[in-house]
């Protein structure tokens, strides 16, 4: 729990650092608004995989001294593009302190090789968009591709003789997958 934040798990398929036997890994984002977010970020087949609060960055100018700044997101795509990602309700309603912090944080992501997009709710509640990939998400365990947790399994367990042999493998394969 935090004072000042509403913290929300989201399980997502694409948040992984390296390849994974389970279908998805729990990851914490600070409110409903990223949350809805990473439904987008899990079904856009473009992504390869993101990362919540990925870096903090040390802001300082003439007005600024020793601020940080933590995007949202980091998100990878199959293009080998990378971005940050700040997700807001709206961007119009934001001071100018606040934009002035963004403008210079903007030019340090950009000099690191990133994009940077700002996504705000019109764009992440869009209906019915966001309740079909809300519904997606539900059933897409029973989509996951599991040829990696099997190659694990198989390399393992070269030559089970039961079930068992399966079900007790070192690498922690889960039985959803094995059967």
Do not use: W
Request: proline share 6%; aromatic share 12%.
């Amino acid at each position: 729990a935090s004072p000042v934040k509403n913290i929300f798990k989201f399980p997502s398929t694409k948040s992984f650092s390296e390849p994974i036997h389970l279908p998805f890994k729990m990851i914490i984002v600070e409110s409903a608004l990223e949350k809805d977010y990473c439904f987008h970020l899990d079904a856009d087949r473009s992504v390869l995989k993101y990362f919540p609060q990925p870096i903090t960055f040390l802001i300082n100018s003439e007005q600024l001294k020793d601020l940080r700044y933590t995007p949202d997101f980091e998100v990878q795509f199959l293009d080998g593009r990378k971005a940050y990602v700040e997700v807001k309700k709206e961007f119009e309603s934001l001071d100018a302190f606040y934009l002035h912090k963004l403008q210079l944080v903007s030019v340090e992501i950009r000099r690191r090789g990133y994009e940077f997009f700002f996504v705000d709710a019109a764009m992440i509640r869009k209906l019915p968009l966001l309740d079909n990939l809300k519904k997606l998400q539900r059933y897409r365990a029973h989509f996951t591709d599991n040829s990696l947790a099997l190659i694990l399994l198989k390399n393992s367990v070269p030559n089970p003789k039961n079930l068992g042999d399966l079900i007790g493998n070192p690498t922690g394969v889960r039985l959803e997958v094995i059967y």
